[in-house]
């Protein structure tokens, strides 16, 4: 069994930074695992955020928050974060990490795990 638990949402100003956390517990070794990000605005439909592969050698980013998001891990730990700079008010949804082994599975958006979701709300 494995479970994923966020930290790290909040209410934060636009050109805010935020980081999110997401912890691994589980049987199985945390480095079998793809990481990923995805969000989910009200009236809308839950979207892909960021992945990072098992060694966090390759990343992958939403069109809209590359070059101001970053995904990173720290496999000794069994944790990753998302690091949200210069935050917009459509930045505003429920995040939740995932992970899975498969990083197709991932990036279409059904892992097999998933955390229970942190709220983020960016001010105009």
């Known amino acids: 069994q494995v479970q994923l638990v966020e930290s790290g949402g909040g209410l934060v100003q636009a050109g805010d930074s935020l980081t999110l956390s997401c912890s691994y517990s589980?049987?199985?070794?945390?480095?079998?695992?793809?990481a990923g990000w995805f969000r989910q605005a009200p009236g809308k439909e839950r979207e892909f955020v960021a992945s990072l592969t098992t060694r966090g050698w390759t990343a992958d980013y939403l069109g809209s928050v590359e070059g101001r998001f970053n995904i990173s891990r720290d496999n000794d730990k069994n944790i990753f974060y998302l690091q949200m700079t210069s935050l917009k008010p459509e930045d505003t949804a429920k995040y939740y990490c995932?992970?899975?082994?498969?990083?197709?599975?991932?990036?279409?958006?059904?892992?097999?795990?998933w955390g229970q979701g942190t709220q983020v709300t960016v001010s105009s």
């Open positions: 995932a992970a899975d082994q498969s990083l197709a599975k991932l990036r279409g958006s059904k892992p097999d795990y």
């Open positions: 589980g049987r199985l070794r945390f480095i079998n695992f793809i």
